[in-house]
């Protein structure tokens, strides 16, 4: 058994407009922005949807909107999703990358959320 939950959702830029984007979206959600020092990709959109992290991630890509689906086994929780039709198509430190029916991007992440936040919000699969 595994446990998992959507942890974030990450608002992808390109790179050369992704400042932008982070100050419209802070504007129109009326939040604060705010880089997130460790991975500078990253612009955290303070409590811009309660219970969930939301930012805006700087990519070299299309823009798009993808969930993160944070879980106590990436490897389980992989291998469920792909099973319901997903496929991997990268891997980026320890997050994996899956294209799901329908062309979105979804990452299955180790747990990042406070222990007990993920246990009480998260869904246990068999």
């Known amino acids: 058994m595994h ?3 959507v942890y974030a959702i990450l608002i992808d830029a390109p790179e050369e407009e992704a400042a932008r984007a982070a ?5 129109a ?3 604060t ?3 997130f020092a460790p991975q500078p990709q ?3 959109l303070h409590q811009a949807l309660p219970g969930l992290v939301t930012a805006v991630q700087a990519v070299d890509d299309a823009p798009r909107i993808h969930l993160d689906i ?3 086994d990436p490897d389980a929780e992989t291998a469920r999703l792909t099973a319901l039709g997903a496929e991997q198509i990268t891997q980026w430190e320890e997050c994996r ?3 799901v029916p329908g062309g979105h991007l979804v990452c299955v992440l180790p747990v990042e959320s406070d222990p007990d936040v993920f246990l009480a919000q998260s869904t246990a699969w068999p």
């Open 3 to 5: 446990r998992s939950r």
């Open 33 to 35: 922005a705010s880089p």
């Open 42 to 44: 990253f612009t955290t």
């Open 29 to 31: 959600l009326g939040v």
């Open 97 to 99: 990358v899956l294209r």
């Open 70 to 72: 944070e879980t106590d």
């Open 23 to 27: 100050d419209f979206w802070a504007a």
